[in-house]
């Protein structure tokens, strides 16, 4: 198994700045919230800098601490914070453009924000502001201030309740590989009927609620209510998009149906917890791997806007974030090439985003790679 002590050069034209900040707030649900995002941008020089670091030393503490995370795993440190990053703290946003799109990308439940660096990065290479926040009970991180806030265990066990849960099992039973439209939908509505899935779908909820949170600061940064390198340099009359891996998914969907300011976004190898009923009504992106499509057939089924599913061959779970390049367990890798994998997964969110935020004459089925493959797509206009 091939190991990387660098991420791959970003594929845009720009230096890329990254900056952390810390968030409170009291929730719908009256919770108090810890947050920490990270913002990253296009700059025009990193003279003077030395790269981000990528991760905090005591994430290795955390993950052992973590329910969710098997005794082998633990062990063995499944993945490696050793890697060189290709963004640079605190550096001046580039005079380049006027303003810049912006879009969230939102890690998986145990994750953390700086699991999708290499997107990131990628991404703000290209001329977009990202931001990856840190969800409080549902991932882990180390705050700006220095606080670190691991996985609950509240989580944890619902987690853990739902892989365990007997009709959960009897219907992962069930999933083909390449599933007709009505039996998917109908595996993924009995999924999405479980009990237990309310108790995942309130997580999923309050990470939205964190989107929305931090998507109203990004306002106040751009009308200069809170001073920064952003004022009146965000582009954000276009609309905002937002992409989220695995658990992030339902997170990303439901944004995009409860918030207006969001006018697009994308599922990397992700379900539909939460979202029986629900019409986005707003152009959505499904990459994944099979048997998948069993767990996120009802989004398109819903949705009376565009719905793109495409299927990724030879890929694994981890592989659509930055465990691609960290990992260090060949049995959480796919069999498809890592620096390929990366850039697919690049070229279909930036395509789409480009098209539904930027109205580019660019589309996503005009993408070619090898093994990925259209097998849908919807609109119930």
Request: proline share 4%; net charge negative.
């Amino acid at each position: 198994m091939k190991r990387y002590d660098t991420f791959p050069e970003p594929i845009g034209s720009y230096i890329v700045g990254r900056i952390q900040m810390d968030f409170e707030y009291t929730a719908s649900d009256q919770s108090k919230r810890e947050l920490t995002a990270f913002m990253y941008y296009p700059s025009d020089s990193s003279e003077g800098k030395t790269p981000s670091t990528y991760m905090f030393p005591e994430v290795y503490e955390m993950l052992h601490d973590q329910p969710l995370v098997t005794e082998y795993l633990k062990e063995i440190k499944f993945f490696s914070i050793d890697i060189k990053t290709h963004c640079y703290d605190d550096l001046a946003l580039s005079r380049k453009e006027e303003r810049y799109p912006v879009v969230f990308y939102v890690c998986g439940g145990g994750g953390s924000p700086e699991w999708g660096t290499a997107i990131c990065t990628d991404m703000a290479s290209q001329g977009y502001v990202v931001v990856s926040i840190g969800h409080q009970d549902s991932t882990m991180y180390k705050r700006k201030d220095g606080k670190l806030l691991n996985v609950s265990k509240g989580f944890s066990e619902v987690i853990k309740a739902f892989s365990e849960d007997p009709e959960m099992i009897t219907l992962a039973g069930k999933m083909n590989m390449r599933p007709d439209d009505e039996t998917a939908i109908e595996i993924c509505r009995n999924i999405l009927s479980l009990p237990i899935i309310n108790e995942l779908t309130r997580y999923s909820e309050r990470q939205a609620e964190d989107v929305r949170y931090v998507a109203d600061h990004l306002h106040k940064l751009n009308s200069g209510e809170w001073k920064s390198i952003f004022h009146d340099r965000l582009l954000l009359d276009t609309g905002m998009g937002i992409s989220g891996h695995s658990y992030g998914g339902p997170t990303a969907v439901m944004v995009c149906r409860d918030d207006d300011r969001f006018v697009c976004g994308a599922g990397l190898d992700s379900g539909a917890f939460g979202l029986l009923d629900s019409d986005l009504n707003k152009p959505f992106l499904l990459l994944f791997s099979e048997p998948n499509y069993n767990m996120n057939a009802i989004i398109g089924d819903n949705n009376s806007m565009e719905t793109y599913y495409f299927t990724v061959d030879g890929a694994a779970h981890l592989d659509y974030c930055d465990i691609v390049f960290t990992g260090v367990d060949e049995e959480l890798r796919g069999t498809r090439d890592a620096l390929e994998m990366h850039h697919l997964v690049t070229d279909y969110t930036k395509t789409f985003f480009d098209h539904y935020i930027l109205q580019k004459a660019t589309h996503v089925e005009t993408l070619s790679y090898d093994g990925v493959d259209l097998i849908k797509k919807t609109s119930n206009k």
